[in-house]
Nanobody
Framework: QLQLVESGGGLVQPGGSLRLSCTAS????????IGWFRQAPGKEREGVSC????????RYAGSVKGRFTISSDNAKNTVYLQMNSLKPEDTAVYYC????????????????WGQGTQVTVSS
């Protein structure tokens, strides 16, 4: 059974950092790309970043480029999202998903989703 579990969310002050983890089971990271998405209250879900461990490529949304870094540890079957210089507008539920990593990090290319982890950026 293919499963994704996110962790690492929480409350952080503006300018702070968090690292989210997405641990996969039932498949290996070279089978699917992993994407990170987020959904803020009252807004549509948006793509944040994705990584294709088989091809070594990464993609970022313009709003997070230079602040967020996606990486993977294939031995742990885990993908990370390091988030630095966090802003209040980064507040959202963050989801990871398994699918195909494309330039626009579009959710339509992702078939399997985790349950999400809440990130709140507030003073």
């Amino acid at each position: 059974q293919l499963q994704l579990v996110e962790s690492g969310g929480g409350l952080v002050q503006p300018g702070g950092s968090l690292r989210l983890s997405c641990t996969a089971s039932g498949f290996t990271l070279d089978s699917y790309a992993i994407g990170w998405f987020r959904q803020a209250p009252g807004k549509e879900r948006e793509g944040v970043s994705c990584i294709s461990t088989s091809g070594g490529s990464t993609r970022y949304a313009g709003s997070v480029k230079g602040r967020f870094t996606i990486s993977s540890d294939n031995a742990k079957n885990t993908v990370y999202l390091q988030m630095n210089s966090l802003k209040p507008e980064d507040t959202a539920v963050y989801y990871c998903a398994a699918g195909v990593c494309t330039g626009n990090v579009w959710e339509g290319f992702y078939d399997y989703w985790g349950q999400g982890t809440q990130v709140t950026v507030s003073s």
